[in-house]
């Protein structure tokens, strides 16, 4: 998780302090910040529509939807391995419908990240009925050719669905560029917002679809109050029928729209940049003790997955860390390291200190 900044928590307490007198919250209340928040997480990923974003509570959720309004009956799912869980259990139930599940594994190599991205590549084909991945891999930061993976399934009339949680605010993306079908992210990760909120983009592929849940705010006309009873067969338009029910949120919505207008007053391309800036000479320091790092032109700055050298063992890395009480992720066989711009260059040296004391060590 990310720490939470002072301006989100203080929209946070204002709106739990609403609750304390509900004559406040008026009719517009429950759309006008919504509204806002689709225009300000369009801008940051690049969307001319703001109607195809809707508020989610989770990544599962924005992909149970997905799953639910695939336009096949039959085919090849497409997954990277070892992907967060989220993004897999919805494909996998789909196995009752009769798709099947091609899992593609990263090659054992020193050009790992290119290597990878050239058998996904190479495993879209006629049946290939979508392709599910994040931007980056979770646990080690390794980026994916999602533009050029776009292009490969226009010719198989694939869809690309992309968990955006482990980049969407910190890694620049363009939905204009990449096109996907549809676009997950929770936002307490580098959205920087609170836990049980987040966005869900969806293209026109899912237009039509039935959403998971039946509620009363993503119906035609939910804006008026007076007429609700008047019950409606017809949904919001575009991606508006998969909003969460309850998502005017009056204490979430503000905090992720707050922390939103921040990243765009930053940029992911600044973020990109520091965290680049911040990290290169520990890189370097670390791949001469022997740990290993995906090459810069396959990887993400921000998130990045270090490998330890032969004959050092993980438990003897995790105790020094801990001593120093330098906060890491351990996903696999890999350390993932997850600097930002709440990081400086302290932080850094504890880090060093703490991955050289192994390697003297043993």
Request: charged share 25%; hydrophobic share 35%.
């Amino acid at each position: 998780m990310s720490p939470l900044m002072k301006q989100v928590e203080k929209a946070g307490i204002k709106g739990l302090k609403t609750k304390r007198n509900p004559v406040k919250v008026s009719v517009d209340d429950f759309f006008h910040e919504s509204e806002q928040v689709r225009g300000a997480y369009s801008r940051l990923i690049e969307n001319d529509d703001p109607n195809r974003v809707v508020i989610i509570p989770s990544v599962s959720y924005g992909l149970a939807n997905v799953a639910q309004n695939l336009p096949f009956n039959d085919g090849e799912i497409l997954l990277a391995e070892e992907q967060f869980p989220s993004n897999v259990y919805p494909w996998v139930r789909l196995k009752e419908k009769g798709f099947t599940i091609n899992v593609v594994s990263p090659p054992q190599s020193d050009n790992r990240g290119e290597s990878w991205n050239e058998k996904i590549l190479d495993a879209i084909n006629s049946k290939t009925r979508m392709v599910a991945v994040g931007h980056i891999h979770w646990s080690d930061g390794t980026l994916f050719q999602l533009k050029t993976i776009r292009e490969k399934l226009d010719e198989v009339g694939g869809l690309l669905v992309i968990d955006g949680t482990q980049s969407i605010g910190a890694l620049p993306f363009s939905v204009k560029e990449i096109r996907p079908d549809a676009l997950v992210c929770a936002g307490y990760k580098w959205l920087m917002g609170p836990y049980s909120i987040g966005l869900a983009y969806y293209g026109s592929a899912f237009d039509e679809g039935r959403p998971i849940e039946e509620n009363w705010i993503n119906r035609k006309g939910s804006d008026d109050f007076g007429n609700l009873v008047n019950y409606q067969e017809t949904y919001r338009e575009k991606a508006l029928r998969y909003e969460v029910g309850e998502h005017s949120n009056f204490i979430l919505v503000p905090m992720i729209h707050q922390a939103i207008k921040q990243l765009l007053r930053w940029s992911p391309e600044n973020i990109q940049q520091y965290t680049h800036d911040l990290m290169a000479d520990s890189i370097t320091e670390m791949t001469a003790m022997g740990y290993r790092v995906e090459n810069a032109a396959w990887r993400a700055n921000h998130l990045l997955g270090v490998r330890l050298p032969s004959g050092v063992e993980l438990s003897r890395v995790q105790q020094s860390l801990k001593k120093h009480r330098v906060s890491v992720s351990f996903r696999g066989d890999s350390i993932r390291i997850s600097p930002n711009i709440y990081n400086d260059e302290m932080d850094v040296r504890k880090l060093l200190k703490a991955m050289k004391e192994p390697i003297f060590a043993s």
